[in-house]
């Protein structure tokens, strides 16, 4: 087992850190950082109070106009330098990860990594979705219509512990692109790690009005920050999400809401076993299961359930536990005592309605206080709350199905659709079977990496795992608001004077009926 390297630091560690926040709010009430792997403080930040967000949010709107008046170009450099930033600092960022997460190194560095493709593809093509555009106009060149889109205004980003480094900053780059400023209020448990974030992109130029951060409990001043914001941007669990999006509409902000998931996996007979069971591993144990698109339900289908079983069991079993500042351990902790007590309860629950434990199925406090071993569970039945409810740890469990028809109704068979993976040789059937599960993201021959990284492509859920989406096109344009603007040249798209109406609607239905079969005018 490798050795604890997290050491309890000394307060002054983080006072460089402390300086991004608003001045004058350092007496507020402290908040302690915990450090998960071994539940020493890692520091303490101030609980912003309702009036220190209202404050943050007028200096954002104070200083919005002034960033959106930059040229798209401008605002780029600074998001590609903070690109380079993040690379060449990714060492000490991992490290911090690490500690206030206590996540595994693996895990910490698909943050940087979702950072770089993040910053690269906005930087570049971001420009191309906003920008202003000709529309078909009301009446060919009669009508010149343009189609625009302006910046909200003040971004609000509510986000959550899991992903403490990519969740804060990587939504606030394309808001920050189509010319908007940002107040954004990160999970109390991983505070640090969104302060150095925002010290970078400080580092890389941006202005500190244009990105505040705010801390605190999301309870006290998740409210005043929705109030003020011209749009929300709200990562975390679906029972929040649905508190949030109801503030969001009471105030007829837009919002967007990534939320919770209860992702399935399917596996086909013909599937390449040696690549499923890889797949799967990480599918489902990266960040020890604390990930929204993490497949925690697995259905493999009758022929290959067995050996499926047996081989990954076995994998399983393989991993490592560990606490080290490097990349031997491959699961981390749990990122909270609250998360321990939730991951015992479903697997204790499902033990006690008779699911049979493959693997695993105990804390490890002789790891970390917050350490639980990658589980297994077979015999897992609809009334255990493994089977619904959204265990977030490292807990799977293994049902079986016989064909298709049954492998698509038992994934669709809850009511989150976040993310789902399929494994088989056959190309097409695994897009057929793709396209039938309710999910906003399905991976073939992969668990989650291939929707999530590719950032040309919406990501977002369906039924109760969220509204709207992030990357791609929707993930910028969503920051805009968009507005036609149409210059009518030469006759009104009415009766010119002097024509009677009669003959102006004669007329019209003739041209209307020709419009239609003259494919360059549909
Ligand atoms: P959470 O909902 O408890 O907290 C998320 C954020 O909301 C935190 O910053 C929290 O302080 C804040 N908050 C809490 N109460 C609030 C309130 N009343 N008003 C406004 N803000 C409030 O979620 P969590 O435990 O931090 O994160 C885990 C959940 O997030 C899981 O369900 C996971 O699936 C989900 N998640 C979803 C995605 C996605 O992209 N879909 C990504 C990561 C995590």
Redesign the pocket.
């Known amino acids: 087992m490798a050795e604890t390297t997290t050491r309890r630091q000394p307060a002054t560690e983080f006072a460089g850190l402390l300086g991004q926040l608003p001045a004058d709010t350092a007496d507020r009430e402290a908040i302690t950082v915990e450090m998960p792997y071994t539940g020493d403080e890692l520091g303490t930040v101030p609980a912003h109070t309702a009036a220190d967000v209202r404050a943050a949010t007028d200096r954002a709107a104070d200083a919005q106009e002034s960033w959106a008046d930059r040229s798209f170009d401008e605002r780029a450099a600074v998001i590609k330098r903070y690109h380079d930033l993040v690379l060449d600092d990714q060492a000490e960022l991992l490290d911090l990860v690490q500690r206030e997460s206590g996540k595994s190194r693996r895990a910490a560095y698909e943050e940087v990594l979702d950072i770089a493709i993040t910053s690269r593809y906005y930087a570049y093509h971001g420009d191309e979705h906003i920008e202003s555009r000709r529309r078909a106009g009301a009446i060919p060149f009669l009508t010149k219509t343009v189609e625009h889109h302006h910046p909200k205004g003040v971004v609000g980003i509510?986000?959550?512990?899991?992903?403490p480094l990519t969740?804060s900053v990587s939504d606030a780059i394309p808001a920050l692109l189509a010319g908007n400023t940002v107040v954004l209020?990160?999970?109390?448990?991983t505070p640090f790690t969104a302060l150095r974030a925002v010290s970078l992109l400080r580092e890389a130029g941006l202005p500190e009005e244009v990105l505040q951060v705010v801390t605190?409990?999301?309870?006290t001043?998740?409210?005043p920050?929705?109030e003020n914001s011209d749009y929300l941007m709200?990562?975390?669990?679906?029972?929040?999400?649905k508190?949030?999006a109801e503030?969001a509409g009471h105030h007829l902000i837009d919002c967007s809401?990534?939320?919770?998931?209860k992702n399935p996996l399917l596996v086909f007979d013909d599937a390449d076993l040696d690549r499923t069971v890889e797949g799967a591993v990480r599918g489902a144990f990266t960040n020890a299961g604390?990930?929204?698109?993490?497949l925690e339900r697995f259905y493999v289908q009758s022929g290959i359930r067995e050996e499926f079983e047996r081989r990954f069991v076995d994998a399983v079993e393989d991993l490592k536990l560990g606490t080290s500042l490097d990349y031997e351990p491959d699961v981390g902790s749990l990122a909270s005592a609250e998360?321990l007590e939730k991951v015992q309860s479903h697997v204790e629950d499902a033990r006690e309605r008779g699911a049979r434990v493959l693997t695993g199925g105990q804390a490890r406090p002789d790891v970390g206080p917050y350490f639980y071993e990658p589980t297994v569970l077979a015999d897992v039945t609809d009334e255990m709350s493994v089977a619904s409810e959204?265990t977030?740890g490292p807990v799977v469990s293994i049902h079986e199905f016989e064909g298709p028809r049954e492998g698509i109704a038992l994934a669709n068979d809850s009511e989150r659709g976040?993310n789902a993976s399929v494994w088989t040789e056959n190309s097409e059937l695994g897009h057929a079977v793709a396209e039938r599960i309710e999910c906003g993201t399905v991976n073939i021959n992969e668990g989650y990496v291939a929707t999530w990284a590719s950032v040309d492509a919406p990501?977002?859920?369906m039924k109760e795992?969220?509204l709207g989406r992030?990357h791609g096109r929707e993930g910028i344009m969503k920051y805009t608001d968009s507005q036609t603007v149409a210059e009518q040249r030469l006759a009104p798209i009415a009766a010119p004077s002097g024509v009677p109406d009669d003959l102006y609607t004669t007329g019209m239905t003739a041209a209307l009926r020709a419009l239609k079969r003259m494919p360059g005018f549909r």
């Open positions: 509510i986000s959550p512990w899991n992903y969740l209020k990160p999970a109390t448990e605190g409990r999301g309870s001043i998740g409210t920050l929705i709200f990562t975390g669990s679906t029972e929040t999400g508190a949030v503030q809401m990534e939320l919770g998931g604390q990930l929204c698109i993490s998360q959204e977030f976040l990501m977002g859920g795992s969220g992030r």
